[in-house]
């Protein structure tokens, strides 16, 4: 039995789970989600909670039992809560801003990069060396850090490029010149 896939979904209050044959969908303050289901599991809402139950023992069935029970599980958070993810850039001239939905950054290559903004997704600068990439699908979120983070990745021997605020970015001694 699937740990995960096991466990219910409590959906707070101001959210509404609908579940179909084949997809789920979820509406909140914050927006609407839907999710396309396989047909090896099925999805009960009964008194604000959701419960994800396979259909028989298959291997199929078991890898989505648990993937679909977290799919559901994002979406509730996503349009509740909603989901941020925050990146650092260090370097020196290393900057970003956000010029209407084209997110500029000067990464130390000759021009600019400009990276065009998901219509599902909100990103703000919080300075010069701080960009907040924030909504609802944690998908996409991710997905466009990582892509903005792709552009310069940290390196180890000065630390610069970007680089999620949790990460820990190992640093490398340089060339010693004495020998």
């Known amino acids: 039995m699937s740990r995960i896939g096991k466990l219910p979904i409590a959906v707070p209050k101001g959210v509404t789970v609908t579940a179909g044959k084949t997809s789920v969908t979820v509406?909140?303050?914050?927006?609407?989600?839907?999710?396309?289901?396989?047909?090896e599991v099925t999805v009960t809402v009964a008194d604000d909670v959701v419960t994800v139950a396979r259909k028989n023992e298959s291997k199929r069935a078991k890898s989505c039992h648990g993937l679909y029970r977290k799919l559901i599980h994002n979406m509730v958070t996503g349009v509740s809560q909603g989901f941020t993810k925050v990146l650092l850039i260090n370097?020196?001239?290393?900057?970003?801003?956000?010029?209407?939905?084209?997110?500029m950054l000067n990464l130390g290559y000759s021009n600019p990069i400009e990276y065009v903004i998901n219509k599902d997704l909100t990103i703000t600068c919080d300075g010069?060396?701080?960009?907040?990439?924030?909504?609802?699908?944690?998908?996409?979120?991710?997905?466009?850090?990582?892509?903005?983070?792709?552009?310069?990745?940290?390196?180890?021997?000065?630390?610069k490029g970007i680089k999620y605020e949790t990460e820990y970015v190992r640093r490398k001694v340089g060339k010693s010149g004495a020998k």
């Open 91 to 103: 370097g020196v001239g290393y900057r970003a801003e956000v010029k209407g939905d084209i997110l």
């Open 128 to 159: 010069p060396n701080k960009v907040i990439v924030t909504g609802i699908d944690r998908q996409k979120v991710g997905q466009a850090s990582a892509e903005i983070r792709s552009l310069r990745p940290p390196e180890p021997y000065k630390g």
């Open 27 to 39: 509406k909140g303050p914050k927006g609407e989600l839907v999710q396309n289901m396989l047909p």
